[in-house]
């Protein structure tokens, strides 16, 4: 697999709360020398962003109900359309880990179907938070949000308890998705041989911070948590 077939699957991340405008920009810079996938940031950096990249071909991507999951479905409808109409044309999104741990399913199926709907055919990746799961929970997880529609299954948002992104994981969400869904894989992504290893797992995007020192394999590149 060679470089520039990495490349084209790593949407480079930076979604700090303390991310300032000069990093965003760079940010977009490293995304066009090296002909990232996309570029993933916090909703209110979407307008700079857009304007950075405009007729570029990168993606512009965001992630809502971050990084806990936690406010109501509607909430996380609302700003799904929000981001949309602010130049997102792919949303990552926090479901409501907590109906599924409490065997909620509908809710938490539920909570997934609203933000699919208002997306209104943006893809939609879900954050399923495999650290926090059990493996009869990251099958259930998964099934459910196929069942919504979205449009890819992640393993992880990459912070916190999210996890890290594993061969083991990634290959269980390729055997669920079945052709039904997309799967990308994030959470501590930061080595040329880790992200080969996670597409030959079935990974077709992977989410990092660390994007330039995968190219490049230049010492003291990023350490984010992501």
Not at 1 to 9: D, G, L, N
Not at 110 to 124: K, L, N, R
Not at 167 to 187: F, H, M, P, W, Y
Request: aromatic share 6%; hydrophobic share 45%; glycine share 10%.
């Amino acid at each position: 697999m060679i470089r520039s077939e990495i490349a084209q699957k790593i949407q480079q991340t930076l979604v700090r709360p303390d991310a300032t405008s000069d990093e965003i920009l760079q940010l977009c810079n490293d995304c066009l020398a090296y002909q990232f996938n996309g570029a993933m940031v916090p909703p209110i950096w979407l307008p700079l962003v857009g304007e950075r990249l405009k007729g570029s071909g990168v993606t512009i991507c965001t992630a809502l109900g971050y990084p806990m999951g936690g406010m109501t479905a509607l909430a996380k409808a609302f700003e799904a359309r929000d981001v949309i109409a602010r130049g997102a044309q792919q949303i990552d999104f926090m479901p409501a880990i907590g109906f599924l741990k409490s065997g909620q399913y509908d809710a938490f199926k539920q909570d997934i179907h609203m933000v699919v709907d208002a997306a209104e055919g943006i893809p939609i990746k879900v954050m399923l938070e495999f650290g926090m799961l059990t493996a009869e929970e990251k099958t259930r997880a998964a099934e459910l949000a196929i069942e919504a529609g979205v449009t890819y299954l992640k393993n992880s948002s990459g912070w916190g308890q999210g996890g890290q992104a594993t061969i083991e994981d990634i290959r269980l969400l390729s055997r669920i998705a079945q052709g039904r869904a997309l799967v990308k894989a994030s959470g501590g992504i930061r080595t040329w041989a880790q992200a080969q290893a996670l597409v030959e797992a079935g990974a077709v995007l992977l989410g990092t911070s660390a994007g330039v020192r995968i190219m490049t394999d230049a010492a003291g590149a990023t350490e984010d948590q992501y």
